[in-house]
């Protein structure tokens, strides 16, 4: 069975600070995805990566993926409030659309 | 375009008794899965269905069943609800099995207390 785990589970920080958020999962995968999901709500997808060396970046958020060492970032810059949330990475083994999450990154942003 | 769209958004049950949680996935996505997110944890997979069909199954017991329908709409059903059942169950949906590495999207979930 896959697993994945992510650190740190909770992250309070400043305002304007930068920090960053591991996904580490445990089987060979080249697809890799992070989601957000504000209290009370469902998932919103933020990032898809699917090879080697990807990296996407949105905003103060940039996800990147190194599948040689099962391991993916979430680099947050300068944060600011609004992005206070839980982020969730998933891995999903080749073909197949089952989606194994970790157990969440709380983060909180102070002002 | 609407999205991901779950019935009911909440729901109270008391233990033993049954419960049915419908979904109706994004237009154009013909695969639909199904994730239960207790307080506090990641979703965990439930199972997929594709083309009226089971595909693949989480680590859950037989008392969680669904179905597809042919307009790709789906029910997860519940049988012998225990305290343990209560948490969010999210729908997700996504086109063919996953081959295009395409993400799911998610529903807004349905919220089932059991009392």
């Known amino acids: 069975e896959l697993k994945v785990e992510q650190n740190p589970l909770f992250l309070s920080m400043q305002e304007g600070k930068n920090y960053t958020i591991y996904c580490n999962y445990s089987t060979t995968s080249d697809r890799l995805y992070w989601y957000r999901q504000d209290p009370g709500k469902s998932l919103e997808s933020l990032f898809v990566?699917?090879?080697?060396?990807a990296v996407k970046q949105e905003g103060r958020l940039m996800a990147s993926l190194d599948t040689k060492a099962r391991l993916s970032t979430l680099h947050i810059t300068a944060a600011v409030h609004d992005l206070s949330a839980t982020y969730f990475c998933a891995v999903a083994l080749y073909n197949f659309n089952k989606f194994y999450f970790g157990s969440g990154t709380k983060l909180n942003v102070k002002p | 375009d609407a999205g991901v769209t779950q019935s009911p958004t909440h729901l109270i049950k008391t233990r033993g008794q049954q419960v049915t949680l419908r979904c109706s996935p994004k237009?154009?996505?013909?695969?639909v899965s199904w994730y239960q997110q207790a307080l506090g944890q990641g979703p965990q997979f439930i199972f997929q269905?594709?083309?009226?069909?089971?595909?693949q199954r989480g680590n859950f017991p037989d008392r969680f069943s669904g179905h597809q329908f042919p307009n790709y709409s789906s029910e997860l059903n519940v049988n012998a609800l225990l305290l343990g059942d209560s948490a969010l169950y999210l729908c997700?949906?996504?086109f063919g099995l996953g081959s295009t590495g395409e993400t799911q999207y998610f529903g807004p979930g349905t919220r089932l207390l059991v009392l």
């Open positions: 997700a949906s996504s």
């Open positions: 237009s154009g996505h013909d695969t």
């Open positions: 269905y594709y083309e009226e069909e089971e595909r």
């Open positions: 990566l699917l090879s080697n060396g």
